[in-house]
Structures are given as structure tokens and as C-alpha cells.
């Protein structure tokens, strides 16, 4: 590892930048499903280099993971589709603000269902899809799902830094 | 997803149309094309596959073929048995379209069909996929050699780099590319990610740009930053040809090895650098 000199230069000669919170990171990946491991990998390690503990990156990789194949199946009509998923990460939160290109009707309908309800405690075990925002409403601190009047989708969630929480559950 | 649609009946089986229902005594084969995508149809199987049904499959492709198209996508949501003569007829089909530059791949397989074909070691032999879109994206990708772009936009921190070449390596890896290719295109991300942070302007406003153009044979990696004023003259130091004379007759020298390393492992490279920003271009041929 590079050391850092008085003046805050490496030896290597990189200057020492640490990251300034918040920072926005962009993503935008054409809407087929075999890109969401390599898209959900990215943003834990983006998380992990930012201070956050790997449990708070894989759980942000499981929420990025269902919102990216949401919007892959439900957001994309055609071959050419792209997805935005954009991740603003303060030093208490990330934020992920996700758009697609809009689904058939059907697919509308089918997420707003989803949206509207939740898991009753006594779990349809017939039921078919919902269930990956029902994850990401448990994950989660925030979820909003904006349909606009062209159909576009765009689902904004926020998760919070779970530290202190983490390390109270670890000394009971 | 919009598929041209029609139903017909009583079509002669030596000349199945483009689009519609072909009826038959075990299965009834319902045709689908897709628009923009020429040289793709889709054969939807209701009903179980069994040999009565091959002499009906063999008459379909044929009147595929007949019609130019050479990628068939076979549908079987609605089929749960395949018999061997059938799956053998299916070969056969595939072998065809293969030499006509295309393919016969599955789609919709129910879990237990997919276990027997498994079984079978037919899922050697054909691909397949876990929808109609997905199979079509493979067309794309393998037949019509399409390129797919990503973007990346991210502040200047060179602690993102890393999780950004891991990003870019995992994705060509994951297209087909070898190790070898991917672990070299890792390294050229790194090295003009690092530039770009070093080189062009700090703060989490100065956005760089990370745009990636993958297809079959290619990789085009292009990374754009806004220039720093005071560091310009370093950086247009370094482009200088004289320079990397220098640096290769002194090994002592620490610096300004990237450029020359992404020349190495690379098969073209062009650098911009104006005042407004700088553009790296690097193109890396498959070569795995």
C-alpha cells in the first residue's frame, strides 16, 4: 500500500483523496438480466470502499438485485430497453433511484398491485410475483414507485446505516 | 415485447406461413415473428412432443429455411413430454439451421422437461434460454453480433476504481470473453480510471464518464473527464512520443507507465486532451 507524505501525496505520487459524502454514481445497462450479478457486485464494493460493513453491502446488493430484475422484466418492452439505476451514498445512507422504459399494462397493473398490498400473516403461498419489493420493503427504510403518465417507471429506495444497531445486537 | 400475430388453419405443412397457427395431429405449432429481428421465428409447441410429431417438425423448419430465416426459437410452455424421436428431430433441425449461420434454442422448458433434458445431455447441445426475450437478445448478440453499451458516471475517487474494473471484467466475462481478455481489460480500465481521477479535475461535481461498447469480437472503453487547468501540461507531457522513449530508457522512473501499458495491451488507443476535457479511447480485440 502507498504511503502518504506530509503533504498528502502518496509516494506513488496519486494524491490522497479520500471520499467526500455524498457522492452519486451512475449506471446505465441495456435490460437483460445477465448484467444484474456483475451491477449488484459493483454496488456492494462500492459500498464497502465507502466504510460501510459487508452485512449493510450485501443486503444493499439483495435490493438492487430485485429492483434490476424488476425493471428488466416488467420495464422493458423492447430488445433495446436500458436501464438507469443511479446510487447517491451519504456517510448514514444510500439512496437508489431506479428508471426503466415502461412495461405493457399488464405489467403496470402487476406492479401496482404489488405496491399496494402487503404479505398478509397468512402467506399466499400461490401467489406469484410481488414478493421481490416485499424484500425491499423489508430492507429498506423507504420505498416510492412513480408512474408517470408516459408509463415510465422509476422506484426511489432508501436504506439507512445499521452499525450501531448491528453492534448493540452483537453485545446482547 | 410486440410480436407480429395471426392465426390460421388448415395450412398446407410443406410451406408453413410466417406468421400463424400450424395444426397438426399431436402438437399444433403456432409461428411468431419478431419485428427488427429479420431472421427470428417463433415456434410455439401446444402439446406434447411425441413421434407422430417429428415428420411435422421436420416440415416446419423446412419452411423456415424456405423463408430465410435461420434462428428458431422454440417455445415449449405448453408441451410437457418430449419424446427422444422428437428431441433426435430437433437435432437434426438445429444442425441445419446452424449451417445456415443460425440456431435452434428452447425457451419456457417447465422444470421437470428441463430435468429429463438434462438427463438426456441435450442441454449440451442446444441453449437454452428463460424467456422468448432473453433467447432474442442472444440472437442479437450472437448472429446479428450487436453491440450492447454501459455507462458508468462517477465522481473522481480512486477508491471506485477498483469496484469499477471488477465491474467492467465481470461484465466481459459474463458475454463470453476468457479469462485472459477479461484480466487485460480489467487492467486497461484501471489504468485510464486512475488517469482520468489524477489527471482531471477533483470534486464530487467533476463527474468522469466510464462508457463500455461490447460485442462478440470487441471491447471499445472510453473514459471522459473534464481537465484540469493545472495538471494539463503534465498529462500532455506524457502523450508526447519522446516521453516514452525516456521512460523505457530509464527504469528508474516511476511514473507515466499507463499510457504505455494500455498501448501493450491494446489494439488502438487515442487520447484527447483539450481544456474542456479529455477523452480516452482504447479498443481491445477479443482474443480468447
Same mark, same amino acid.
Given at each position: 500500500?502507498?504511503?502518504?507524505?506530509?503533504?498528502?501525496?502518496?509516494?506513488?505520487?496519486?494524491?490522497?483523496?479520500?471520499?467526500?459524502?455524498?457522492?452519486?454514481?451512475?449506471?446505465?445497462?441495456?435490460?437483460?438480466?445477465?448484467?444484474?450479478?456483475?451491477?449488484?457486485?459493483?454496488?456492494?464494493?462500492?459500498?464497502?470502499?465507502?466504510?460501510?460493513?459487508?452485512?449493510?453491502?450485501?443486503?444493499?446488493?439483495?435490493?438492487?438485485?430485485?429492483?434490476?430484475?424488476?425493471?428488466?422484466?416488467?420495464?422493458?418492452?423492447?430488445?433495446?430497453?436500458?436501464?438507469?439505476?443511479?446510487?447517491?451514498?451519504?456517510?448514514?445512507?444510500?439512496?437508489?433511484?431506479?428508471?426503466?422504459?415502461?412495461?405493457?399494462?399488464?405489467?403496470?397493473?402487476?406492479?401496482?398491485?404489488?405496491?399496494?398490498?402487503?404479505?398478509?400473516?397468512?402467506?399466499?403461498?400461490?401467489?406469484?410475483?410481488?414478493?421481490?419489493?416485499?424484500?425491499?420493503?423489508?430492507?429498506?427504510?423507504?420505498?416510492?414507485?412513480?408512474?408517470?403518465?408516459?408509463?415510465?417507471?422509476?422506484?426511489?429506495?432508501?436504506?439507512?446505516?445499521?452499525?450501531?444497531?448491528?453492534?448493540?445486537?452483537?453485545?446482547? | 415485447?410486440?410480436?407480429?400475430?395471426?392465426?390460421?388453419?388448415?395450412?398446407?405443412?410443406?410451406?408453413?406461413?410466417?406468421?400463424?397457427?400450424?395444426?397438426?395431429?399431436?402438437?399444433?405449432?403456432?409461428?411468431?415473428?419478431?419485428?427488427?429481428?429479420?431472421?427470428?421465428?417463433?415456434?410455439?409447441?401446444?402439446?406434447?412432443?411425441?413421434?407422430?410429431?417429428?415428420?411435422?417438425?421436420?416440415?416446419?423448419?423446412?419452411?423456415?429455411?424456405?423463408? @430465410?430465416?435461420?434462428?428458431?426459437?422454440?417455445?415449449?410452455?405448453?408441451?410437457?413430454?418430449?419424446?427422444?424421436?422428437?428431441?433426435?428431430?430437433?437435432?437434426?433441425?438445429?444442425?441445419?439451421?446452424?449451417?445456415?449461420?443460425?440456431?435452434?434454442?428452447?425457451?419456457?422448458?417447465?422444470?421437470?422437461?428441463?430435468?429429463?433434458?438434462?438427463?438426456?445431455?441435450?442441454?449440451?447441445?442446444?441453449?437454452?434460454?428463460?424467456?422468448?426475450?432473453?433467447?432474442?437478445?442472444?440472437?442479437?448478440?450472437?448472429?446479428?453480433?450487436?453491440?450492447?453499451?454501459?455507462?458508468? @458516471?462517477?465522481?473522481?475517487?480512486?477508491?471506485?476504481?477498483?469496484?469499477?474494473?471488477?465491474?467492467?471484467?465481470?461484465?466481459?466475462?459474463?458475454?463470453?470473453?476468457?479469462?485472459?481478455?477479461?484480466?487485460?481489460?480489467?487492467?486497461?480500465?484501471?489504468?485510464?480510471?486512475?488517469?482520468?481521477?489524477?489527471?482531471?479535475?477533483?470534486?464530487?461535481?467533476?463527474?468522469?464518464?466510464?462508457?463500455?461498447?461490447?460485442?462478440?469480437?470487441?471491447?471499445?472503453?472510453?473514459?471522459?473527464?473534464?481537465?484540469?487547468?493545472?495538471?494539463?501540461?503534465?498529462?500532455?507531457?506524457?502523450?508526447?512520443?519522446?516521453?516514452?522513449?525516456?521512460?523505457?530508457?530509464?527504469?528508474?522512473?516511476?511514473?507515466?507507465?499507463?499510457?504505455?501499458?494500455?498501448?501493450?495491451?491494446?489494439?488502438?488507443?487515442?487520447?484527447?486532451?483539450?481544456?474542456?476535457?479529455?477523452?480516452?479511447?482504447?479498443?481491445?480485440?477479443?482474443?480468447?
Amino acid at each position: 500500500m502507498a504511503k502518504i507524505d506530509d503533504t498528502g501525496n502518496t509516494k506513488r505520487g496519486y494524491t490522497s483523496r479520500g471520499i467526500k459524502f455524498p457522492y452519486s454514481v451512475k449506471v446505465s445497462f441495456p435490460g437483460h438480466l445477465e448484467y444484474i450479478p456483475a451491477i449488484r457486485k459493483f454496488i456492494a464494493e462500492l459500498l464497502q470502499v465507502s466504510n460501510f460493513n459487508s452485512k449493510f453491502a450485501y443486503r444493499s446488493e439483495i435490493i438492487v438485485d430485485e429492483i434490476c430484475n424488476n425493471a428488466v422484466t416488467y420495464g422493458c418492452r423492447n430488445e433495446n430497453s436500458t436501464i438507469e439505476l443511479s446510487n447517491t451514498i451519504f456517510e448514514d445512507r444510500i439512496e437508489f433511484d431506479i428508471q426503466d422504459q415502461g412495461g405493457t399494462r399488464e405489467d403496470l397493473k402487476r406492479l401496482k398491485r404489488a405496491i399496494n398490498t402487503k404479505i398478509e400473516e397468512t402467506p399466499d403461498t400461490t401467489r406469484q410475483g410481488g414478493l421481490g419489493l416485499e424484500i425491499v420493503r423489508t430492507l429498506s427504510e423507504r420505498l416510492d414507485v412513480v408512474i408517470d403518465e408516459k408509463n415510465l417507471t422509476s422506484v426511489h429506495v432508501v436504506r439507512k446505516r445499521e452499525d450501531e444497531r448491528d453492534e448493540s445486537e452483537a453485545s446482547t | 415485447m410486440s410480436f407480429e400475430k395471426g392465426k390460421m388453419s388448415g395450412m398446407s405443412l410443406r410451406h408453413p406461413p410466417e406468421t400463424g397457427t400450424v395444426m397438426g395431429s399431436s402438437v399444433n405449432i403456432e409461428i411468431r415473428e419478431v419485428p427488427r429481428s429479420d431472421g427470428v421465428v417463433i415456434l410455439h409447441f401446444i402439446g406434447d412432443l411425441i413421434s407422430d410429431s417429428v415428420k411435422q417438425i421436420n416440415e416446419c423448419i423446412s419452411g423456415v429455411i424456405a423463408k @430465410s430465416k435461420n434462428y428458431a426459437i422454440v417455445d415449449l410452455s405448453e408441451s410437457n413430454t418430449i419424446s427422444s424421436a422428437a428431441l433426435g428431430e430437433f437435432m437434426g433441425c438445429r444442425k441445419r439451421l446452424v449451417e445456415k449461420g443460425g440456431d435452434l434454442v428452447f425457451t419456457g422448458l417447465k422444470l421437470e422437461m428441463r430435468t429429463k433434458l438434462n438427463l438426456m445431455g441435450a442441454t449440451k447441445i442446444f441453449r437454452i434460454h428463460s424467456d422468448i426475450r432473453t433467447a432474442i437478445n442472444a440472437y442479437k448478440w450472437d448472429i446479428e453480433r450487436q453491440p450492447e453499451k454501459i455507462h458508468v @458516471s462517477f465522481p473522481p475517487y480512486l477508491k471506485i476504481v477498483p469496484p469499477l474494473r471488477q465491474l467492467v471484467s465481470r461484465i466481459a466475462r459474463q458475454k463470453g470473453y476468457g479469462n485472459r481478455d477479461s484480466f487485460r481489460i480489467e487492467t486497461i480500465v484501471d489504468e485510464i480510471c486512475n488517469n482520468a481521477v489524477e489527471h482531471g479535475k477533483s470534486g464530487p461535481d467533476e463527474m468522469i464518464d466510464l462508457i463500455v461498447i461490447i460485442d462478440p469480437d470487441k471491447i471499445e472503453i472510453d473514459v471522459r473527464n473534464m481537465s484540469d487547468p493545472e495538471k494539463i501540461e503534465s498529462l500532455t507531457a506524457q502523450l508526447l512520443p519522446e516521453n516514452s522513449k525516456h521512460h523505457k530508457s530509464k527504469p528508474d522512473v516511476k511514473r507515466g507507465r499507463g499510457l504505455t501499458l494500455i498501448k501493450m495491451l491494446s489494439d488502438e488507443l487515442s487520447v484527447e486532451c483539450t481544456e474542456q476535457g479529455t477523452s480516452v479511447r482504447v479498443k481491445k480485440v477479443r482474443e480468447e
